[in-house]
């Protein structure tokens, strides 16, 4: 995918001016690429801005998830401003604060994944109103997302389509069994993007959960199924802490099992979809093919342990 380009210089600067009061300096964020997002600093302190990334989203749907989730007592960043759609830049802008420390991926402490484990059970019990990707479109609330039921959000991965030249007869046949399982609950909020780089912390203590920007509608082990997926090691503390906040049924290992390999056969019809023009030889779509292929053939864990 493209890097979006940088919003224009004048623009940006007369929006923080509006925000602070007074001339700050920024960066462009290395991370986003359909998201733009500028790290501010401001006396002190630092935070952060992120545009829209479509002209008809409005933010205001994000710093309202904001506040109710802090409501709640999870650790997120406060927002300071938010526009529903500014003139001179054309897009929704929200300005928040910085989550102290940074990503966990260097070293994750149970401790910090446990505790951060906690936070995604609280996040995980949040009633959406339809499944798929949220919808932005202000302050209404409860969140409402684009599908009427899990079906099509199921179908939404244009199902096997390329896969069928991937996977044999058979492996085909295992996963439709599980797409078309028992109906799913009804829809919760899911982070749709949890790994440990969304996880904070600052010497060894857990300070917040970052990137909300693929908040969907999803079944309940939606981010449990991702995150065993990248991390299988560290689910067992992710788990510890989620149980704390919100008890998981018998059987609940095969439940993410599932929800992995499904997770996987997404990622691959996106990696695939027609409109990017790669093939399963192109070397980073062909290593991340190959990758995730052998997790869903092989299963991301067995159905009696993490």
């Known amino acids: 995918m493209t890097r979006r380009p940088d919003v224009p210089q004048g623009a940006l600067e007369a929006l923080l001016r509006r925000v602070f009061g007074t001339a700050v300096t920024y960066e462009r964020t290395p ?4 998201t ?4 501010v600093f401001s006396a002190d302190e630092v935070f952060y801005l992120r545009i829209a990334e479509e002209p ?13 989730l802090r409501l709640r007592g999870v650790k997120v960043a406060d927002v300071i ?3 529903p759609f500014d003139e001179d830049i054309g897009r929704s802008a929200m300005v928040t604060t910085a989550v102290p420390g940074g990503a966990s991926t260097a070293v994750a402490s149970p401790a910090v994944v446990e505790a951060a484990g906690a936070d995604l059970a609280v996040i995980n019990q949040v009633p959406v109103h339809g499944w798929g990707f949220v919808r932005r479109l202000g302050r209404g609330w409860p969140l409402r997302a684009s599908y009427p039921d ?8 244009g199902w096997p389509g390329r896969l069928a030249s991937l996977f044999s007869a058979a492996e085909l046949a295992v996963v439709e ?12 909020l899911s982070h749709g993007d949890f790994d440990l780089t969304q996880i904070f912390q600052a010497a060894g203590r857990y300070t917040g959960l970052i990137d909300f920007g693929e908040i969907r509608g999803a079944e309940p082990f939606f981010d449990l199924g ?13 788990l510890a802490g989620y149980q704390r906040v919100r008890p998981l049924p018998a059987g609940h290992l095969a439940s993410i099992r599932r929800s992995a390999i499904l ?11 027609p409109p990017r023009n790669r093939s399963p030889d192109h070397p980073v779509v062909g290593y991340r093919t190959r990758q995730v292929k052998r997790q869903i053939a092989d299963g991301a864990m067995t159905a009696d342990r993490p």
């Open 177 to 188: 069994d599980l797409l078309l399982a028992e109906p799913a609950p009804a829809p919760v």
């Open 150 to 157: 899990h079906a099509s959000f199921a179908a939404s991965s």
């Open 81 to 83: 401003h938010v526009s």
């Open 263 to 273: 997770l996987g056969v997404r990622q691959l019809s996106r990696w695939l979809a």
């Open 226 to 238: 991702h995150f065993a997926l990248h991390h299988r090691a560290e689910l067992p503390a992710l």
């Open 36 to 39: 733009q997002v500028y790290r």
């Open 56 to 68: 008809d989203e409005n933010l205001e749907t994000d710093a309202e998830l904001h506040r109710q």
């Open 31 to 34: 991370e986003g690429v359909s």
